[in-house]
């Protein structure tokens, strides 16, 4: 099987998006930080590098609470999408 | 006033592209068994509507759907959008009924169901987009139809409709009784509240057969079905991309409104 | 309408709706709250129910429970880079099974369905927000901006439990504590997975896998089989994957290279990708279980077994479940619902496997901190088969001889002898 690049992994996925984001971010923190943990940890990969600067969209969002966990800057206002929103999976 | 209206559920057209799936042969779409069907949106935003009108004064709202299994979620959720009942038509007999059938099976619903003042309906469920069952509703019932709808109104004893038209809209009265199909213009259908979902995971949610209603089984089903599918295909997505670029920002923009005239896009 | 009940479960997954189920049955009015559009919608899991625990909710399971299918063969593999060795317990052809393999969307939902068939009240697309507090004690919570009470609140709302946390029960996870799985269904016929993984139509096969897998990052890879998928997997402790420098997507996409598990997925189509966390810090991790109007069930408590081979939470979560169940019946009884009359939840659970594995490997977590499992046992393994198994015309030597050579310069004698030790001790 061929390797799959992130957009196509998430395609598959089923999402209801809400308009407004459920995790934010303090963007003053993420100008400083280093090393931006987020950018490896996160499975959809929500995080990325954009000119030097963190940009986040939450719409692929998997809601498994990993960045929550691994910033320890404070930098995260996490929490799950309203009800209904977010992914919604076919198998699980 | 007694308000009818009328949902479809459809396959989710939220659903990744890549799941969706025909029996070309039998031509059918084949409904991924883990993906749930929704409530077609434009019939949302008939219960919108709907709602619209019990905001503002005494009203009693009812939603009607025909379909297997799932479709009490339909007439679950729109009861946590705040409709007060909902009924379920599921039958054998039903299956595979065209716009004419499903249209008659509403109407023995519909007449069954008691006083109706304004029967809502979606303009067309957006699966099929054949955008009839609203009107036959009315044939059948005997009673007017306007289309389209952007706005509904209905006080003392008539329904003022501002219908959606190529340029712009107008404003259409009808007696009531009376069918409006309502359009996307209406705007954004409620979400749910808490309440809502809570109350209406308690409600219990009667189930009607052919015979409940009165049917003419010989009207219903695939055998009474007046329109046939010729052919069922999927579409092939063709991404083309051209760049269309110019010296300036304004020279770009100029070649690219021609390029699109010269393709009788614009 | 009364927005009282006898008992609130925030989340629909295998904890929860063992509880509601076991509470509407004895005729408790019973709210569930799932955030999912449906329940299951959020769920992922890597697929295996272990041990007889449905049995006691359902008498005669599988029965109609939408299992994959049930496992008549386990399998240990420990990966190198381009080989493997496995230990192959199969007991598939003589018709003994021992755990099913489920998908979570649709096995939750047929949950949730028997939670309405008993007669609670099963609120999909709702997400609890908060508790509802009169002075100490939980008397209910917030969710869409209206509020519910109730005598009893379970939080079954699982690892990332907003309710626990919010209760004051336990604190935020820490990356030690938690590991991250990403997960793709691969679409198989029937078949093709019969064939390959040596099966009967009925029966089902769970490999797990140590070593390349997860490239020397503290973690493991599975492959279960359903009917007409694959469930591939890596699941990575946080804090290693944060030291590694590595993306669990990469490590599932090398895991799917590798040629032991290509064999196995060849031809298949990728229908599914998703992720989860789940706790692994054994019982150090295990929060307050209750407080005043409270109880914390599955994953929400870290009741979870990782031993480093399997992990077991859905039988963890729904035999938590039934024993909160049981103590809210205790406490109606009573009718008190303060954390003295709850505390008997912890007992029943001194009492089940649930505590009482958790104790029994209690050292586990710390036995895989070892960096040696993942890397340089497995590889040791490989290589030591291929000098075994390999005739290439040269002398041959003996195994201990051979076993020597390998580890020279991997691990010393002492090192394996030490690990030997702890394993004997922790797992
Ligand atoms: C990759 C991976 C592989 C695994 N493999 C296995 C295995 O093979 N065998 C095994 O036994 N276990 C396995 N586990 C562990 C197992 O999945 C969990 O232990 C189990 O699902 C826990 O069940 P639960 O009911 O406690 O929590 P969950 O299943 O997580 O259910 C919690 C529910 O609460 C809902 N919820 C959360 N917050 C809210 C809120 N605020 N309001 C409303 N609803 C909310 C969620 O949507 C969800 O439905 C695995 C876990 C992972 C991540
Ligand atoms: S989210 Fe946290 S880890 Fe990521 S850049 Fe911001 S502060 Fe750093
Ligand atoms: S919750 Fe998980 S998937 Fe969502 S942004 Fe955080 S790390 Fe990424």
């Excluded at chain 3, 996870?173 to 679409?187: F, R, W």
Aim: glycine share 10%; net charge negative; aromatic share 6%.
């Amino acid at each position: 099987m061929s390797p799959m690049t992130i957009e196509e992994r998430l395609a598959l996925n089923k999402y209801d998006v809400d308009t407004e984001a459920h995790i934010r971010l303090n963007e003053n923190i993420c100008q400083e930080c280093q090393p931006r943990i987020c950018l490896y940890i996160c499975p959809a990969e929500c995080f990325k590098l954009r000119d030097g600067r963190l940009s986040f969209a939450y719409e692929g969002c998997l809601e498994c609470g990993s960045c929550h966990v691994c910033c320890d800057k404070g930098a995260i206002d996490w929490s799950y999408p309203r009800g209904g929103f977010g992914v919604a999976f076919e198998y699980g | 006033m007694n308000i009818i209206v009328c949902i479809k559920q459809i396959l989710d057209p939220e659903m990744p592209p890549v799941k969706f799936k025909i029996d070309a042969q039998a031509k059918k779409v084949i409904a991924p068994e883990g993906i749930p069907l929704v409530i077609s949106p434009f019939d949302e935003q008939a219960v919108e509507a709907a709602l619209r009108i019990k905001d503002a004064q005494e009203a009693k709202v009812t939603a009607i759907t025909m379909g297997g299994q799932s479709a009490k979620d339909a007439v679950k959720h729109v009861l946590a959008m705040g409709v007060d009942e909902g009924i379920v038509l599921s039958d054998e007999a039903f299956n595979g009924s065209d716009s004419f059938s499903t249209a008659y099976v509403l109407s023995q619903a519909i007449q069954k169901a008691g006083e109706y003042d304004l029967i809502l309906c979606g303009r067309q469920a957006a699966d099929w987009d054949a955008g009839q069952v609203g009107s036959i509703v009315a044939e059948e019932l005997g009673i007017p139809v306007v289309t389209l709808a952007r706005k509904v109104d209905a006080t003392g004893g008539t329904v003022r409709v501002e219908r959606v038209i190529p340029d712009g809209h107008e404003v259409v009265e009808a007696p009531l009784p009376a069918v409006v199909t309502v359009s996307s213009e209406l705007g954004q259908a409620r979400l749910p509240t808490g309440r809502g979902i809570v109350m209406a995971a308690r409600k219990s949610i009667p189930v009607w057969s052919a015979q409940d209603i009165g049917c003419d089984v010989s009207r219903v089903g695939a055998g009474a079905a007046r329109s046939e599918v010729v052919a069922l295909t999927l579409p092939i997505h063709e991404r083309k991309g051209e760049i269309v670029s110019g010296e300036t920002g304004a020279q770009a923009a100029v070649n690219l409104a021609l390029k699109l005239r010269e393709n009788r896009i614009i | 309408m009364s927005d009282k009940f006898d008992a609130i479960v925030v989340g629909a997954g295998p904890a929860g709706c063992a509880t509601a189920c076991k509470l509407a049955r004895a005729g408790l009015e019973v709210l569930v709250v799932e955030r999912g559009k449906f329940p299951g919608a959020k769920n992922m899991t890597g697929g295996v129910i272990y041990g007889p625990v449905l049995d006691s909710l359902f008498p005669g399971a599988p029965g109609d429970i939408p299992v994959e299918r049930a496992i008549g063969r386990h399998v240990i593999c420990l990966l190198s880079d381009r080989s493997s060795v496995s230990l192959d317990f199969n007991m598939a052809g003589s018709g003994d099974r021992n755990g099913y393999t489920v998908l979570r969307s649709r096995f939750d939902r047929w949950l949730a369905n028997k939670v309405e068939e008993a007669g609670g009240i099963v609120a999909a697309g709702l997400r609890a927000d908060d508790l509802l507090w009169q002075g100490q004690r939980v008397v209910g919570i917030t969710a869409g901006g209206d509020e519910f009470r109730a005598d009893a609140v379970i939080a079954a709302d699982g690892v990332n439990s907003t309710m626990a946390t919010k209760a004051g029960l336990r604190v935020n996870l820490s990356p030690e504590n938690v590991n991250q799985g990403v997960k793709e269904v691969i679409g198989l016929p029937r078949e093709a997975i019969e064939e390959r993984f040596g099966l009967t139509s009925d029966s089902g096969a769970a490999i797990h896998f140590l070593g390349f897998c997860t490239r020397g990052v503290h973690g493991g890879g599975f492959l279960y089989t359903n009917k007409e998928s694959l469930s591939l997997g890596v699941v990575v402790q946080l804090k290693a994957l944060m030291e590694s420098n590595l993306k669990s997507v990469d490590l599932l996409e090398s895991f799917k290279e590798h040629p032991t598990v290509r064999e196995y997925i060849r031809g298949g189509t990728t229908v599914e990708y998703s992720a989860h966390l789940v706790p692994a810090g054994g019982l150090r991790m295990v929060p307050r279980l209750f407080t005043d109007g409270l109880l914390v069930a599955g994953d929400a408590a870290a009741l979870v077994l990782a031993t480093g081979r399997a992990l077991e939470g859905i039988n963890f979560a729904v035999a938590s479940g039934i024993a909160a169940a049981e103590t809210v019946l205790k406490a109606k009884e009573r009718n008190d619902f303060s954390k003295e009359s709850l505390s008997v939840y912890e007992k029943l659970l001194a009492d089940s496997f649930v505590l009482q594995d958790l104790k029994t490997f209690r050292e586990a977590p710390r036995f895989l901190e070892n960096q040696r499992l993942y890397q340089t046992y497995p590889e040791l393994a490989c290589k030591l088969a291929e000098e075994v198994f390999r005739v290439d015309g040269k002398p041959k030597k003996k195994l201990w001889q051979l076993a020597r050579q390998e580890m020279k310069g991997r691990v010393s004698i002492w090192q394996l002898l030490r690990d030997g030790l702890s394993a004997r001790s922790s797992l």
